[in-house]
């Protein structure tokens, strides 16, 4: 319930947001909004206000909605003719090109206002978050052949300072494709300075599919979990062979368990393999027969049972951090952050186009809806930063050039502005079409990955 409500408020207050930059900057060019829609299909509510008595309507279906202007283009002869002279000099098609492409650029424009509105809170109120601390490195990977220890304190990332891991990893992303290698500044054990240059140039488009800072090598410093079993899946291999919540692990196949990773990796290693596990149940000693289902994850096969651990909050403490700043510093940098997310959002679109980026990173209304509810249990900052994710998502979509979308009227006005003319009537109505497929595919992509990560758990 809780994943369902929180992605349905989502939807609501990104399309509102939206639609209401519409409406309001047509209001303040003078053009009359014959009704103001949230949803599509059979309406829920219907209620008429203000001097234009404008229909605002709630519909049943909340994945959209649209501002209606006055345009005499879309009325009847009849209706022309019963039309007063005030209403004609207020439809959206007499408005200058100016006005109508700032109304068109509005609503984007609401949804990246939103972004910062929310990140700007965020960054006042303070956000806790794991210290930019290097945890333990495999041998063989870029962080281990760059000289990086554990316990080294990374302070910038390619001359941008970094504050949490997740700095790292959103700088580190950044420079994925831009440069083969990035100059980390890190403080060592000893309280000095030093620079270690790390080589991005193996990172693959599989590895950028899942977390590319473990195959870089680079993983948070943060306290070993006991093997102590906090969840278990009703449907998954571990209920079954009948692994239960308090259950120590012991050992996998005889080698002895110390941590729940070393318990993670044995499963992860193992899928469609019988795994011979031995665990302490209250001070008794039992024996069980776990087989992994194996699942797709990041490109490669992988084993799960369905069960998981729980790390004690007391324990985590002390390697997190809360980063706050002045609400002046934090209007800036929350600017500052919506625009690199936009401008990287349209990278990685630029980079599925030319087989850059693979196009299993679209996300469709299911993925965006398990992740608004992992945000929601995770609590009320991260489902703010995940709305203002998704509502820079929202604007730099409908800025793209494809007729239907707001980018694609705006391509529109731009070539009547250089050719001093409105786009023809038969141009726009091929550019509808071709809108329409471009979203056709879109959605077909999205939801074929949305079911292949339902499959894959």
Known sequence: ??????????????????????????????????????????????????????????????LGGYVKMLDERELSESELKGLALTDRLRSFNRQKLWKRFLIVLAGPVANFLLAI??????????VTALKPVVGEILQGTAAYQSGLQQGDLVKSVANKKVKTWQDIYWALLQNVGETQEVELTILDH??????????????????????????????PNQPKIPAKISEVLSSGSASKAGLKVGDVILSVDGLKINSSEEFVNAVQSKPNKALFVTIDRASEVVSLKITPSLVKEGGRNVGRIGAGFKMDSEALAPYLVKVKY???????LASQKTWDISLFSLKMIGNMLIGEASLKTISGPVSIASYSGKSAHQGWASWIGFLAMLSISLGVLNLLPIPVLDGGHLLYYTVEAIKGSPVSDRM???????????LGLLMIFAFYNDINRLIAG
């Open 1 to 62: 319930m809780l994943t369902l409500l929180s992605f349905v408020v989502a939807l609501t207050v990104l399309i509102a947001i939206h639609e209401y930059g519409h409406f309001q900057v047509a209001k303040w060019c003078g053009v009359k909004v014959l009704k103001f829609s949230l949803g599509f299909g059979k309406p829920l509510y219907s209620k008429k206000f203000g001097l234009d008595k404008t229909e605002f309507v709630i519909s049943a279906l909340p």
């Open 117 to 126: 509105f929310l990140f700007w809170i965020l960054m006042a109120q303070g």
């Open 190 to 219: 000893q309280g000095q300075l030093k620079r270690h240059s790390l080589s991005l140039s193996k990172l693959s488009k599989k590895d950028l599919e899942s977390d590319f800072l473990t195959s870089l090598g680079l993983r």
């Open 326 to 332: 002045s609400p002046v510093e934090s209007l800036f």
């Open 428 to 438: 726009i109505e091929i550019g509808q079409r071709v809108g329409f497929l471009l």
